[in-house]
């Protein structure tokens, strides 16, 4: 099953209207998503809890790793470098951390409050190598901007 996107988008703002709290935002956003797709193994948030260190947030799946420096993984570089991440093959991608053996690709969001601060990012790795395309980023990227942009 493919995430249907739209359908997608219209749950989520309804089941978030109202809501200002980033932690019962991201369990939220973390648990629709996760379930939408196939192809999305492990679905979470890393939050942003000090300069250059991500910490882990709401997620379903495996477990995840308790904590990320802003220079180390795929995480870390969408952290640092305020830019999506679409990684076909977790293997090529330099300094890769291996939270999860299983996973063969990745995509991380940056997420960015109204107020243009990063809250921190939103990471699907998937069990299948080069799972996502650029629509799945532009897609997630808009429910993100829909969710915790609007405050």
Do not use: N
């Not at 799972?131 to 915790?148: H, K, S």
């Amino acid at each position: 099953m493919r995430a249907d996107y739209g359908t997608l988008a219209r749950t989520i703002a309804s089941l978030t209207e109202g809501e200002t709290d980033d932690v019962a935002l991201m369990a939220t956003v973390a648990c629709e998503v996760h379930h939408a797709d196939d192809r999305f193994d492990w679905t979470g948030f890393y939050r942003a809890v000090a300069p250059e260190l991500l910490k882990i947030g709401p997620y379903q799946g495996g477990h995840g790793c308790l904590q990320i420096p802003f220079s180390r993984g795929v995480c870390g570089a969408a952290a640092r470098t305020g830019e999506v991440q679409l990684v076909a093959d977790v293997e090529a991608f330099p300094g890769h951390i291996a939270c999860a053996s299983s996973t063969r690709s990745e995509l991380v969001l940056p997420v960015w409050s109204a107020a243009g601060a990063l809250i921190g990012v939103f990471d699907i790795d998937s069990d299948q190598p080069d799972a996502f395309a650029q629509e799945d980023a532009e897609q997630l990227a808009a429910i993100l901007r829909q969710v915790f942009g609007r405050r």
